[in-house]
């Protein structure tokens, strides 16, 4: 069974891919994903998916380089930092942001609980106003 680094990385491994099969299968069934950056609270791997599709479409060459790793017991910690370019509509809670065709690079800390060789749990922190900043839809 792979270590608890090595199986947080492998779910966001999946995204940088965008594959959604490997995604699933880094997930327990009914995993929890608390983004905090937009405050959404999604159970079960199938609403996950659903937001990591949509960031997807938004940035699709969107990936996360690895800074720093972390672990302790069922804990592990990644130090992540985002890039990309915004090249598709972005959904938000007040509406639809178009494509800004511009660069992000976002800071970011994921913490995975893991379970039986699965993310049981997977809270996401980032600055969505640096993000929105980037894009040119917040002013600082």
């Known amino acids: 069974m792979p270590n608890i680094i090595e199986t947080a990385k492998a779910a966001t491994v999946a995204y940088n891919d965008k594959n959604w099969d490997k995604v699933k299968a880094a997930f327990a069934e009914n995993s929890v994903y608390d983004e905090?950056?937009?405050?959404?609270?999604?159970?079960?791997?199938k609403q996950i998916i659903e937001a990591w599709q949509g960031w997807g479409k938004a940035i699709p060459d969107s990936k996360a380089t690895f800074v720093a790793e972390h672990a302790s017991g069922d804990t592990a910690v990644l130090e992540v930092v985002w890039k990309g370019v915004h090249t598709g509509p972005l959904q938000t809670p007040t509406g639809t942001?178009?494509?800004?065709?511009?660069?992000?690079?976002?800071?970011?800390c994921q913490v995975f609980k893991i379970e039986g060789g699965k993310v049981k749990s997977?809270?996401?922190?980032?600055?969505?106003?640096?993000?929105l900043a980037q894009i040119g839809a917040f002013k600082r």
């Open 36 to 45: 905090k950056g937009t405050g959404r609270r999604l159970q079960g791997v």
């Open 97 to 108: 942001i178009p494509a800004s065709n511009k660069r992000i690079e976002v800071p970011a």
């Open 122 to 131: 997977l809270t996401h922190y980032f600055d969505m106003a640096t993000l």
